[in-house]
């Protein structure tokens, strides 16, 4: 159990439907980082939040946004959703932004999302 | 930009038998290398990195990976596998950027371990 929590574990909707995935950091982890996992794309990196604040943007759709709370859990939002959506979305944390040569990222076991 | 190649999607190996999982990189500046194992219906877990000096790293599990910088690669190794190896391993590269790395990943290799 890394302690990042993902909720829901699974997710089944319709196409052109918005959907709201949450991440809950480790205690005391201020990094907070999405990626997104699908058979075509392989594992791609999505957004990173430190602290409230976006840090780095990766391979992120202007369908889907993110954003991190005071209480630093995250919502990963996607919305007028296609089928090439469905995929397993993971979250990580890490304590700061030191990057990864001092930061490890601790995975949660990620939200399913299927796209009908 | 970087990329990862991981030339092998699936490796069956037979149990106490050694393993190899081939990575190889490409980048026109200088990298930190990953490797990461996703055990079924699990996240990742970093097994280890290379980010400079020696290039033999050793990391959890018993695994360790050789950073060979004239043949691009960064292979992982284990003299001796278990049935609790079984699972999907990613090779990852990030160009160093002040904290600012992003990493991009390989497609994957499921490693299965034969009784």
């Known amino acids: 159990d890394s302690g990042v929590t993902q909720t829901p574990k699974h997710l089944i909707t319709a196409t052109g439907q918005r959907v709201t ?50 209480d630093l859990h995250s919502e990963l939002n996607l919305s007028s959703l296609e089928l090439g959506d469905s995929a397993l979305y993971f979250c990580a944390s890490s304590v700061g932004d030191a990057g990864l040569a001092q930061e490890t990222q601790y995975f949660g076991p990620g939200t399913r999302l299927l796209v009908l | 930009a970087q990329s990862v190649t991981q030339l092998d999607s699936q490796v069956p190996v037979f149990e106490e038998a050694p393993v190899e999982l081939r990575c190889n990189y490409s980048s026109s500046v200088s990298v930190y290398l990953f490797w990461y194992v996703q055990y079924p219906n699990q996240g990742l877990q970093l097994l280890l990195k290379y980010l400079s000096g020696s290039t033999l ?8 990976a050789e950073f060979n910088k004239s043949q691009t690669s960064f292979h992982l190794r284990k003299p001796s596998v278990h049935i609790s190896d079984t699972a999907e391993y990613f090779c990852a590269v990030s160009a160093p950027n002040f904290g600012n790395e992003k990493l991009t990943f390989g497609t994957g290799t499921r490693l299965t371990i034969i009784p």
């Open chain 2, 57 to 64: 790293v050793k990391g959890i599990n018993g695994f360790e």
């Open chain 1, 21 to 70: 995935l949450r991440c809950s950091p480790r205690s005391g982890d201020l990094s907070v980082y999405w990626y997104q996992q699908s058979l075509d794309q392989g594992l791609q990196f999505l957004i990173q939040y430190y602290n409230g604040e976006e840090r780095a943007k990766g391979n992120i759709l202007e369908r889907f946004s993110a954003q991190q709370f005071p």
